[in-house]
């Protein structure tokens, strides 16, 4: 009888044990695909912006081939890099210029902001990083120059866009019909350091024009 018992206890232990090992396994399986998910997490590289080839393949893979132009730098108010990419608009009726703020995520770039559609084009432009002591990240600052100016008179676009605000800072020179030449300021420039840069800026090269409350449409 005390045999039969000892038999009944060994196969009761050997039963339980066996659920235990098949738990454990369970388990392992269930966790390994995890555990490899984190591994490639961890082994996946971060975006490199010190590689200028690399930045800007991959901003033409998101932007295409209206792609002008990109910069890397400082745009948002953290300590970490961006790039900013310009793109312009020539087809179906629809024309312009925009600037797309672009960051890293995951090991590639994902697009975080882009600007309204404005005047402008890139032929003959200026576009460079600015930056003013007051504010600690880098802008970027945009002039048409003469692409719209001809003997008659004609117009200077010029931006100052400003992604961590989400802000672009506008100014239009324009003169019609060989009229007096004039400059408007967008409503949002109320910092004096911006409004002084554009209008030493335009000083250099038109320093007979006057500042004009009132924007307007010129037609060519």
Not at 133 to 138: A, F, G, K, T, W
Request: overall charge negative; some cysteine.
């Amino acid at each position: 009888m005390l045999l039969n018992n000892v038999s009944k206890f060994e196969i009761i232990l050997k039963y339980k044990i066996k659920i235990q090992l098949a738990v454990l396994l369970l388990i392992s399986i269930i966790m390994i695909p995890s555990c490899d998910n984190k591994n490639e997490e961890q082994q996946k590289p971060s975006f490199s912006f010190g590689d200028s080839a690399k930045v800007k393949s991959e901003t033409k893979k998101l932007l295409g081939e209206n792609l002008k132009i990109s910069f890397t730098g400082n745009f948002d108010e953290d300590s970490l890099q961006e790039a900013a990419a310009l793109i312009e608009l020539t087809e179906n009726n629809i024309w312009g210029i925009k600037f797309v703020l672009l960051k890293a995520e995951n090991g590639k770039l994902v697009k975080k902001y882009e600007s309204d559609l404005l005047e402008g084009s890139f032929k003959e432009s200026v576009v460079k990083k600015i930056r003013f002591p007051e504010i600690n990240h880098d802008l970027l600052y945009y002039n048409s120059q003469d692409y719209f100016w001809g003997s008659g008179g004609g117009e200077v676009f010029a931006y100052i866009v400003d992604f961590a605000a989400k802000e672009t800072y506008y100014a239009h020179l324009f003169s019609e019909s060989r009229s007096p030449v004039e400059l408007f300021l967008s409503k949002n420039i109320t910092a004096p350091e911006l409004k002084n840069f554009f209008v030493s800026s335009f000083k250099k090269d038109y320093p007979n024009f006057r500042l004009v409350s009132e924007d307007v449409s010129l037609e060519f």
